[in-house]
């Protein structure tokens, strides 16, 4: 949307069919739309870890940027301060903490390639690959699914992996696409061991 102003009204009007349980501007002002405990229509028809309905299993979070452009410092700190309490209030793991992208790369590109998700990674808020112990020749589709990424072509989940993982990559999948996938799935992958989950 063009402003914040622009995103309340499209989320706030029931014609749009679109809604979300908070909303965050450039400037860090964070507003609550829609309680928690209720479900809001911000997801739509996506998938996540094997859950198609991902509105009822979810807080979601707008953020007032077109996602071509970075996010601002004051946006990013409230994200985080109000990301903490959400996964606190509701014990949400870091390895859930997912993108509109991630869910549905089908029909998605938010947050896009311009957000940190590294440095939500480095507080404890998401997760980011440790490539230590992955297998030697990872096959990267049926890592990322097990990592969570829906069962589309390997196109879309790449390019979906990407926007989160490697940003400015390109072209056909490579062996650290591959590692990076492989070491998400092996520490958090529906498989996990419950101990590294």
Known sequence: MESCAAARARL?????EVSAHWLISRHGAAEALVDEDKRAWHAGAGEWAG???VNSHSVGIELD????????EAQMAALEALLA???ARWQIPAHR?????DMAPDRKSDPGPRFDWQRLAR?????WPD?????????????ARRFGYPALSKDLVLRAFRWRFRPYATGPVT???AALAAALALRFGVDAPAAQA
Do not use: K
């Open 175 to 177: 062996p650290t696409d």
């Open 12 to 16: 706030c009007d029931p014609a749009a």
């Open 85 to 87: 309490g959400i996964m």
């Open 123 to 127: 507080q404890g808020l998401s997760v």
């Open 51 to 53: 859950i198609a309905d």
């Open 131 to 143: 490539l230590t112990g992955t297998d030697p020749a990872p096959d990267f589709l049926s890592s």
């Open 65 to 72: 940027n077109r996602g071509n452009e970075p996010f601002p």
């Open 97 to 101: 903490v997912i993108g509109h992208s």
